[in-house]
């Protein structure tokens, strides 16, 4: 396990992933119901913007530093003001921090992390938060073991390093398996845009195992060419109403702040042929 959130953290990869984030515990918000989350993959939760892996990558200033600094884009609003606070004290927050900072007081939060140094981190960052569990446990393993909840209701984060070359088969076969257990929670799928097709193997799992709902949003600095990292993407299985243009409207907001060759595209993936 040679990868650490710690110099990527705050990237437009993140922020692109952590807006999609807010809007779908928005939705989630909108019923009185209590909901759980499951972030399968959770780093450390917190990253220091002045550490010296966020230094050494200058990704978060080229990400959230430029969002940041830009014009007022109101559709980003609802995840720039959860972010803001805490990058103007030095800090980012990760998945599990933003999905805490969501939660009401009967929803839960469980995370997964392997690596034990940032699992050490993670438990740390929330041993105050009753609401929030936090595992040092393989993801995939903890996926269909963790679902359903007994809340009914939810959404599943599933945002894995990709270091291992079957990796992109581990999150299809996880993720089918969890629905298979519970066919009404919202997954929310992270891939690195290539030109390898790492989204087309996720996709293939998912679709050979039913599932028919789902949404592919992909946001680009440029086109992928080759190995180069392009961008991320993210497979949301049972979309929230309306999330197709919540989301393409970030993705159209975060491409006028980068410039072209930025782009985002959001679509239904075809039927397998
Ligand atoms: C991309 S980072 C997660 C970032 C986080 N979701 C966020 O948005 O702030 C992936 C994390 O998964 C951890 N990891 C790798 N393999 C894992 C596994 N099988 N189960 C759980 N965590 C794993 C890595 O240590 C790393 O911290």
Not at 39 to 44: S, V
Not at 115 to 133: S, Y
Not at 248 to 268: E, K, N, Q
Request: hydrophobic residues 40%; glycine residues 10%.
């Amino acid at each position: 396990m040679n990868y650490r959130h710690a110099y990527h953290a705050g990237n437009h990869i993140d922020v692109f992933k952590h807006a999609a984030l807010v809007l779908l515990l928005e939705h989630l918000r909108r019923k009185a119901k209590p909901f759980f989350v499951l972030d399968t993959h959770g780093g450390t939760g917190l990253y220091d913007l002045a550490a010296p892996e966020a230094e050494r990558t200058g990704e978060a200033a080229d990400g959230i530093g430029r969002v940041l600094a830009a014009a007022p884009e109101p559709d980003l609003a609802p995840y720039l003001d959860r972010v803001r606070p805490l990058v103007d004290s030095g800090r980012y927050p990760g998945s599990p921090a933003i999905a805490a900072g969501l939660l009401r007081d009967g929803d839960r939060l469980a995370v997964c992390e392997l690596h034990p140094e940032d699992a050490g981190a993670l438990a740390a960052n929330f041993r105050r938060d009753g609401r929030v569990a936090v595992h040092r446990r393989d993801g995939y393993e903890a996926l269909p073991a963790l679902v359903p909840p007994p809340e009914r209701r939810g959404l599943v984060l599933v945002d894995p390093p990709y270091e291992e070359r079957d990796e992109a088969d581990r999150v299809g076969r996880a993720v089918a398996a969890g629905w298979r257990k519970w066919a009404t929670g919202i997954y929310a799928v992270w891939y690195p845009v290539k030109a390898d097709g790492t989204g087309r193997a996720i996709l293939h799992h998912l679709q050979a195992a039913g599932i028919d709902d789902c949404l592919q949003a992909e946001f680009l600095r440029h086109p992928p060419d080759g190995l180069r990292l392009a961008g991320g993407g993210l497979l949301v299985v049972n979309p929230p109403w309306q999330f197709d243009q919540e989301i393409g409207r970030v993705g159209a907001a975060l491409a006028r702040i980068f410039g072209p060759p930025a782009s985002c595209a959001v679509r239904r993936p075809p039927p397998p042929a």
